[in-house]
């Protein structure tokens, strides 16, 4: 059972940084992908970053490049978004999910995406 929980929203000033962390149940191989998604009042799902856990390589949206950061820590089975220079436009629930294993990215899109996080608000003003 594959068990995901987000930490490290709040609100924040425009101009200012967060980090959300992500802690994750841990397969027994590399080969899948994690990601952080948001969704604001109104709006549909959308996708944030994500990093294929094989080799690291990282995917972000348009929208937050040069801003938000991906990373993971795979000894602490944790994932991570750091966010700086946050906009209010950055405000909605962040949400983390992960594949099933041997699934891969699809840039930062949702379908490939199996187990999601309860999710953790992010308030820029």
């Known amino acids: 059972h594959v068990q995901l929980v987000e930490s490290g929203g709040g609100s924040v000033q425009a101009g200012g940084s967060l980090r959300l962390s992500c802690a994750a149940s841990?397969?027994?191989?590399?080969?899948?992908?994690m990601g952080w998604f948001r969704q604001a009042p109104g709006m549909e799902r959308e996708g944030v970053a994500t990093v294929y856990i094989g080799d690291s390589t990282t995917y972000v949206a348009d929208s937050v490049k040069g801003r938000f950061t991906i990373s993971r820590d795979n000894v602490k089975s944790t994932l991570y978004l750091q966010m700086n220079s946050l906009k209010p436009e950055d405000t909605a629930m962040y949400y983390c999910?992960?594949?099933?294993?041997?699934?891969?990215?699809?840039?930062?899109?949702?379908?490939?995406?199996?187990?999601w996080g309860q999710g953790t608000q992010v308030t820029v003003s």
């Open positions: 999910a992960t594949t099933k294993l041997w699934v891969g990215c699809d840039g930062t899109r949702q379908r490939p995406f199996a187990y």
């Open positions: 841990k397969y027994a191989y590399s080969n899948y992908c």
